[in-house]
């Protein structure tokens, strides 16, 4: 019997069509977790690449430690972490001085002088009023802080209770970018601007 008669086409295309849906399967979900901006579900991962939950359950397992190095592979730059109840990939902590130098050096370019002096207020001083700004900073914000706004760095967050001004805060968008897991990781900056003391009487100027 040759080897062409000793083979069973139908049990080839069975194991076949397996194999190859499997590794597609693991394809489409690591590129959708590549261009995601936040955590996604396991349900909503499951919908994108057309597997069940328990399936891509186990794919997210196997991306998580193929990123992590596993069998003797290189451990990647990133990792796959589960973030309240989502995934997504992260750089790894110990690169966040690469990370930040980068996206500070790189990214940042993009925005002007007064943007980032009025983001790095903001940043330190929050929640805080236009006119607070403007008064540490000496000069009028309002168009600065509509495109920091317009670009997701920016948001805003009640109005004061004394003036009625509205609030602003920066965003998650914005730690995202810098690398921090929160406010508590931004590096003291005291000697650059005026003291909390000193910021009272911004915070409510007379009228």
Known sequence: MSDAEGRNPALEEADSPQLVSHDEHLAALEAVLMVTEEPVTPAELAAAVDVSEHQVVVLLDQLRAEADGAA??????????EVAGGWRYYS?????????????????????????ETLAVIAYRQPVARSAVSAIRGVNVDGVVRTL???????????????????????????????????????????????????????????
């Not at 003797?72 to 972490?81: D, K, N, S, T």
Request: proline share 5%; net charge negative; aromatic share 4%.
């Open 72 to 81: 003797g592979g290189r451990q990647r730059g990133y990792e796959l972490r």
């Open 92 to 116: 790894r902590a110990r690169f966040a001085e690469q990370v930040s130098a980068f996206v500070l050096g790189a990214q940042t370019s993009r925005l002007s002088a007064a943007a980032l």
């Open 149 to 207: 706004v317009q670009r997701g760095l920016l948001d805003t967050a009640g109005h004061d209770p004394v003036t009625g001004a509205t609030l602003y805060v920066t965003t998650a968008q914005l730690l995202e970018r810098l690398g921090l897991d929160s406010l508590a990781d931004l590096p003291r900056l005291s000697p650059h601007l005026p003291g909390v003391e000193d910021l009272e009487e911004h915070d409510h100027p007379e009228v």
